[in-house]
């Protein structure tokens, strides 16, 4: 990487220590989630807020302001220097249009509101999260209106999560998927594969932590994971993440009577780590650092878990493995097929992070058009629950028997991140589009087969990961693919891969 601008270069020693204080608040808050003894949170609470307020301070400090300024308009900038500027100001965009009185308000509202919805959600009681749901929502319309907008307040909260994303994009996307899918999962449900459905393993089967832990360990070893530079620990809500180039941490969790999610978790955070352990290293402390944006981020960890660990070609690859840990409490003569249709299980459900690849973007439908409705004043607050439940019976066919279940269940709104939910979907959409630019350029179904993950890894590298944030995501996928993003090979994939799992005509 060539810099040779001054200005870029001031800007660049400025930006360092912001990532520096990033990273060293990304570390307390692993240990947090990973190691923290129960009576320490208060305590953790006040030391990740002091470096907060210190990466605050240098955002809006008047010499990277007028240093930021200066730099905007430069004329002779190389594609380097382009994007680290456009990235800082990216990034800037929140801290220097919204009033620090308000960042410190919006702070303190939803570190209430996390602790309100825990307990919300434990008891089952709306009502008790509703005042904090208010607050936020208006807030989040105040912020909005800082942050600038052309046409409606959502494209910029949406902007924050995933650049260039706007309203109009998300509900094309949306209806769709929405189009599509609904009929899809009625056809799947009404197969008889679906119905003839029987478990893999034999009642009351259990799998230790300890077997789990080292068959995680196999699986991150086999997809290129790199253990010198990082490790697998456990926390309630598995995540990925990045303490330097040369340490970036996975979590995952265990479930005693199946090993299925801890696989698809190993998949899932590993594809994140690999992003990360693959960007190049001249990034590092520079706004080029870690991936482009959360979907995209989201696209290589869904391809791990999906494309990958979800095909014919892991499973019948790992299948003797998986025999060797734990095949004492395996049906008889159970094969293959009968784990690829156990991990590929379509099931219309209640709850999103338990969900399949084929309803689960029904679920982000549903919260991307409450988000809209709530920015846009069109939707109260108080009337979510109603809202969720028609809509939940609308795209899924089912409707929670508790807010617990339904409107309650995700942290996301009382972070206040409205906007967040749909790069899950664009992470889904990217991945299959990458894929599809990928099976030109490799024998994927044979590469997987012999189990050369090596070789997928390697396209990844080379295609995407090396470039971290240098590229932003339209200009990425149109890069890789030739094209902008679509909804096309995300639902060509959908309808071949589960077409044959189910045996439908
Ligand atoms: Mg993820």
Redesign the pocket.
């Known amino acids: 990487m060539k810099i040779q601008n001054n200005n870029v270069k001031s800007l660049l020693v400025l930006y360092r220590d912001i990532s520096l204080l990033g990273k060293i608040n990304g570390l307390l808050g692993w240990d947090l989630n990973v190691n923290l003894p129960q009576g320490a949170s208060e305590g953790r609470a006040e030391q990740s807020a002091y470096i907060t307020k210190l990466i605050t301070q240098k955002w809006q400090s008047e010499e990277f302001k007028s240093l930021l300024e200066r730099v905007k308009s430069e004329k002779n900038l190389n594609n380097y220097e382009k994007a680290i500027v456009r990235n800082i100001a990216h990034g800037a965009k929140y801290y220097h249009r919204v009033p620090e009185k308000t960042i410190v308000e919006f702070s303190r509202a939803t570190s209430r509101a996390f602790v309100a919805w825990s307990k919300a959600r434990e008891k089952n009681d709306f009502k008790s999260f509703l005042p904090h749901l208010e607050k936020i929502v208006d807030m989040s319309v105040e912020i909005a209106g800082h942050l600038g907008y052309d046409k409606n307040p959502y494209d910029a909260l949406l902007d924050l999560y995933e650049p260039e994303f706007t309203t109009e994009k998300g509900k094309k996307i949306f209806s769709e998927l929405v189009a599509e899918l609904t009929p899809f999962v009625k056809k799947i449900t009404s197969s008889k594969t679906y119905t003839s459905y029987t478990s893999p393993f034999k009642e009351n089967a259990e799998f230790t932590f300890e077997e789990q832990e080292k068959f995680s360990h196999f699986v991150l070893s086999k997809i290129n994971y790199d253990f010198d530079k990082g490790r697998l620990d456990i926390s309630p809500h598995p995540?990925?993440e990045n303490v330097g180039a040369d340490d970036v941490r996975i979590t995952t969790r265990y479930k005693k009577n199946d090993f299925t999610e801890s696989i698809m978790i190993a998949l899932?955070?590993g594809?994140?780590a690999l992003y990360e352990q693959g960007v190049n290293p001249e990034f590092e402390y520079t706004p080029l650092e870690g991936g482009v944006s959360l979907g995209v981020?989201?696209s290589q960890?869904?391809f791990w878990e999906n494309q990958v660990g979800r095909s014919f070609e892991f499973v019948a690859d790992t299948f003797s493995s998986l025999e060797s840990y734990f095949s004492d409490r395996f049906r008889e003569n159970t094969s293959p097929k009968d784990f690829l249709l156990h991990f590929c299980r379509v099931s219309p459900g209640l709850i999103r992070v338990e969900a399949d690849e084929v309803t689960y973007n029904l679920h982000i439908a549903l919260r991307f058009e409450i988000e809209e409705a709530l920015i846009n004043g069109k939707a109260k607050a108080k009337d979510l629950p109603k809202l969720w439940n028609e809509k939940m019976k609308k795209y899924l066919g089912i409707v929670p028997k508790t807010d617990a279940d339904g409107v309650l269940q995700d942290v996301h709104w009382s972070y206040g991140s409205f906007g967040y939910f749909p790069t899950?979907t664009l992470?889904n959409l990217y991945a299959a589009q990458f894929t599809n630019a990928m099976k030109k350029d490799l024998d994927f179904h044979q590469v997987a087969l012999n189990g050369q993950y090596k070789k997928l890894l390697d396209w990844q590298r080379k295609n995407i990961h090396q470039y971290g944030s240098l590229y932003w995501p339209d200009e990425l996928v149109k890069k890789v693919t030739g094209e902008s993003l679509s909804t096309k090979y995300f639902l060509k994939y959908l309808k071949e891969k589960y077409t044959k799992i189910y045996d439908l005509s």
């Open positions: 995540f990925t899932h955070e594809g994140h981020h989201e960890s869904r899950y992470g």
